[in-house]
């Protein structure tokens, strides 16, 4: 495949459906790890799709997340999540320092237990209501919500409303979703000056930081560990619901949960979405040159199907080691809020496929869609039976 210059292809083209194959994006990678690309704002960038290149780009003090002259950087979608998240070395440094703590070994041992707790509480419900179940509604979001929530600081009357802000602000061309939320966790940070509490807000107030900026980090935390655990969430039990093979290897050797978790994770999503970094000084890698202030977007999902980095990358194993996947990204920029999602999805399988061994979709698998207008693929439904 080649493409002239004047005729770069456009992210909006590029997505994948759920649990599916682009085949024009898998052809790319084939090809060449990395292309110009024209986003949803209409700018060019660069689509990284190897997982070699968008490692050695991670750790390369070269690529940041902001601009010199935010006012003519080229966007990647319109919406306001990314003004936010546009952090530097200095800040993110700063915000990782504030909020390990909270994702260490210790936190998820003491968390664990509310965890499981949870998991158990809406596996119990789903089972008891009506089939087919909707997954999504019944037992992802409300999971991922709750632990997040309450490990925040967020009261539980308001969860419900602090989910519909963050949808809202995973929209192109999203409004004002994110001030509102914003607003709401400034609100809370105030009110944890005059009433601290044993919760991560509480914490970041007590170490110095405004109400704003209280509100900036909680929310950016809520908005990449939210949705993304509950789509996770559906991504595997989708593939564990649909491969009869794969279900009885996990619950016939309850050891696999793990490195099943990490095939989930790797095999979740065939590429559509990335995550906007700026080149603060020209980089030269994979025959291309990357100038300073060229958007670059590392595309972490497609990059898990790289062949070069993956035997078989299509092949769905649950034994498949080592996996040194990129669905938490890489380097300064792996996720924190890893060694949680993680927990949550060991126990989601654990209990559910435990609890209702028989679990199938209730609509078939190629039915399945991304939600449109969304930043990243989300799976708005996931109805099940057993």
Request: charged share 25%.
């Amino acid at each position: 495949m080649t493409m002239a210059e004047d005729n770069i292809p456009s992210m909006a083209s590029l997505t994948a459906p759920l649990l599916g194959i682009n085949e024009e994006l898998r052809a790319m990678q084939a090809e060449r790890p990395i292309w110009k690309v024209r986003t949803f704002t209409g700018d060019e960038a660069w689509l990284v799709m190897g997982a070699p290149e968008i490692k050695r780009l991670l750790v390369d003090r070269r690529l940041g997340r902001s601009h010199p002259d935010p006012s003519s950087a080229p966007k990647y979608a319109p919406s306001p999540v990314f003004e936010q998240i546009m952090t530097e070395f200095e800040r993110h440094a700063e915000l990782r320092a504030l909020l390990t703590p909270y994702f260490s070994r210790a936190s998820m041992r003491a968390i664990q237990p509310k965890v499981e707790a949870t998991v158990a509480e809406l596996v119990d419900k789903m089972l008891a209501g009506e089939r087919p179940a909707e997954l999504q509604k019944v037992l992802a979001r409300p999971l991922a919500m709750r632990v997040l929530c309450e490990l925040v600081g967020i009261p539980v009357a308001d969860e419900e409303l602090v989910g519909d802000l963050l949808h809202r602000m995973a929209g192109l061309g999203a409004g004002d979703g994110d001030a509102t939320l914003d607003t709401y966790l400034a609100g809370i940070a105030a009110r944890r000056r005059v009433e601290p509490r044993d919760d991560m807000i509480s914490g970041l107030v007590a170490a110095g930081q405004t109400d704003e900026r209280v509100a900036t980090m909680v929310a950016m935390l809520l908005f990449a560990g939210g949705e993304s655990v509950a789509t996770h969430i559906g991504f595997g039990v989708a593939r564990l619901a649909t491969d009869d093979a794969l279900r009885e290897a996990l619950l016939q050797d309850r050891t696999l949960v793990e490195p099943a978790v990490e095939e989930m994770l790797r095999t979740a999503s065939h590429g559509g979405g990335a995550q906007p970094h700026y080149a603060n000084a020209d980089i030269e890698i994979a025959g291309v040159t990357i100038r300073a202030g060229d958007l670059v977007l590392p595309d972490f999902a497609l990059a898990n199907f790289d062949a070069r980095a993956f035997e078989a990358p299509e092949a769905v194993d649950i034994t498949r080691s080592p996996n040194q996947h990129l669905a938490f990204a890489h380097g300064i920029w792996h996720c924190l809020g890893a060694p949680l999602a993680r927990m949550e999805l060991r126990t989601v399988y654990t209990t559910l496929f435990g609890r209702a061994p028989s679990i199938r979709l209730a609509v078939p698998l190629d039915e399945l869609n991304r939600e449109a207008g969304r930043l990243f693929a989300t799976m708005p439904e996931l109805k099940i039976t057993w």
